[in-house]
């Protein structure tokens, strides 16, 4: 088959008895869909936790000259400037480099133009999280080290030696990350050092009504003196949910193999395609197997999906969430679920008819419009040779 433009990956996951995303008030998140409420995982949620997971299929792993970004407001200070000053650069001169940095690749307001140049602390702190790559990182430190041992802490020679910062710093081959070139970077001054998301990740959602009970709980407290009573040294009361989640993720493949390469969007088929291929193998897997949650601790909240269903093409993608916009009721849930998406994948064929190749990985007894029935690790190699052009 041709290589696919879009590979659309589909889930449910089971879990009882947890609470794996909060809100502001501590309860579980919601979603008002068919006309009744659901349990939500945000995409932030889970994007997190993927990029986080610390395991055989982790993204630093993927390619660790490249590695991932590290998002933070303090990157400059602590990943830049701390090692230079370490080595013995001088800090005024280094903290004059990197905000020139600052400037030319965020902007600059005009009161810090106003008081360039003169003596004045300089905080190189950001107010928003800032999202580096490694590479990225590395050139910084290189060029700040360069640039002081040429310029030292003269401003004008500063901005002489940094004008052909930015070419070469968006030359850099996935310079951002592997989870920056995946989830996207917003960059509020330059435009071209922005990287828009080829990973599109919807908000997960109970195909259930939501189902949850507040869990009253107390605390014993071990050394409590016979005067005080038997009580607990603490009380509290907290959500807890259960139910079956459908999730959904869309990978868009040439803008995934222009972040990666540093190609243009047009030019993906003849790039080399071996590290998307690589990045969306271990995805899946992380997307099958990384359980989101907090009160990890109280919860064990640990699922592999029980479904996984995998499309790819060239057609613009369509969520199967439709599925479950009537409740599915019955036991045993996810089976039902299950059926759900088989049947409404029929109805859509029907309607639309469809030249997407499908894989499904599952353990209920289903079929989804003609997907091959794999075991999953074959799932995610098959997919990872269709995007490499090797199947």
Not at 134 to 153: F, K, Q
């Amino acid at each position: 088959m041709n290589v696919p433009k879009f590979i659309q990956i589909h889930t449910l996951h089971s879990y009882p008895g947890t609470l794996l995303n909060r809100d502001d008030a501590g309860l579980a998140k919601r979603l008002p869909f068919g006309g009744v409420e659901r349990l939500r995982i945000s995409s932030q949620c889970l994007k997190r936790h993927w990029r986080m997971a610390d395991d055989d299929h982790a993204l630093g792993l993927i390619d660790p000259a490249i590695g991932t970004s590290t998002r933070s407001r303090r990157t400059w200070k602590v990943l830049i400037r701390d090692p230079l000053v370490a080595e013995g650069l001088d800090p005024q001169t280094v903290d004059t480099i990197l905000a020139a940095m600052q400037a030319l690749f965020y902007g600059q307001s005009k009161k810090a133009k106003a008081a360039r140049g003169k003596e004045a602390e300089i905080n190189l702190e950001r107010g928003e999280l800032v999202v580096l790559g490694r590479p990225e990182i590395d050139y910084l430190t290189s060029e700040a080290r360069r640039v002081a041992g040429v310029a030292g802490g003269d401003d004008k020679a500063i901005q002489d030696e940094l004008k052909p910062l930015k070419a070469n710093f968006h030359a850099l081959r996935a310079g951002a990350g592997i989870d920056a070139a995946m989830f996207g970077r917003f960059v509020s001054g330059d435009r071209d050092a922005r990287v828009d998301a080829a990973v599109h990740v919807a908000h997960a959602f109970t195909v259930d009504e939501q189902a949850s009970e507040p869990d009253y709980f107390t605390a014993v407290d071990d050394l409590q003196a016979e005067e005080q009573g038997s009580g607990a040294g603490h009380l509290n009361t907290a959500d807890l949910t259960s139910g079956v989640y459908y999730g959904y993720v869309v990978v868009d493949v040439p803008l995934l193999v222009s972040n990666l390469e540093g190609c243009r969007r047009a030019e993906w088929l003849d790039a080399d395609r071996t590290l998307a291929a690589k990045t969306v193998e271990s995805l899946l897997h992380l997307i099958a197997k990384v359980t989101p949650g907090a009160k990890k601790g109280s919860t064990a909240p640990y699922d592999y999906a029980s479904l996984v269903l995998v499309e790819a093409g060239n057609e613009q993608p369509r969520t199967l969430a439709n599925a479950f916009i009537s409740p599915v009721r019955g036991c045993p849930l996810d089976a039902r679920a299950a059926d759900a998406i088989s049947g409404h994948i029929q109805i859509i064929d029907k309607m639309y008819e469809s030249s997407a190749r499908r894989w499904l990985s599952t353990r209920h007894d289903v079929t989804a419009g003609q997907a091959a029935a794999v075991g999953f690790g074959q799932l995610a190699r098959e997919v990872a040779a269709a995007i490499a052009g090797d199947g």
